[in-house]
């Protein structure tokens, strides 16, 4: 399952992050590397961009970077 797909409230851990180039390091230098718990907290009117909180602190990601990390639901 890939984090654009993580419901509203869901608790998750990463368990990889695709993506190439800058994509993958921008997303990696975000603190969103695998083995680290997070939750979908908000989501946009329309649906995009979401809300995640991790490591202490929340991180907004565009539907399309959140399809590049894949998750496992707790």
Same mark, same amino acid.
């Given at each position: 399952?890939?984090?654009?797909?993580?419901?509203? *409230?869901?608790?998750?851990? +990463?368990? !990889?992050?695709? *993506?190439?180039?800058? =994509?993958?390091? !921008?997303?990696?230098?975000? *603190?969103? +590397?695998?083995?680290?718990? =997070? %939750?979908?907290?908000?989501?946009?009117?329309?649906?995009?961009?979401?809300?995640? %909180?991790? !490591?202490?602190? &929340?991180? %907004? =990601?565009?539907?399309?970077? @959140?399809? &590049?990390?894949?998750? @496992?639901?707790?």
């Amino acid at each position: 399952m890939t984090l654009d797909q993580l419901p509203l *409230g869901r608790e998750a851990v +990463i368990t !990889r992050i695709g *993506g190439v180039g800058p =994509l993958r390091l !921008r997303l990696l230098d975000m *603190g969103l +590397i695998p083995r680290t718990a =997070l %939750t979908v907290h908000k989501t946009a009117p329309m649906g995009d961009p979401i809300e995640i %909180t991790l !490591r202490g602190y &929340s991180l %907004t =990601l565009r539907l399309e970077d @959140a399809r &590049s990390v894949e998750v @496992a639901p707790q």
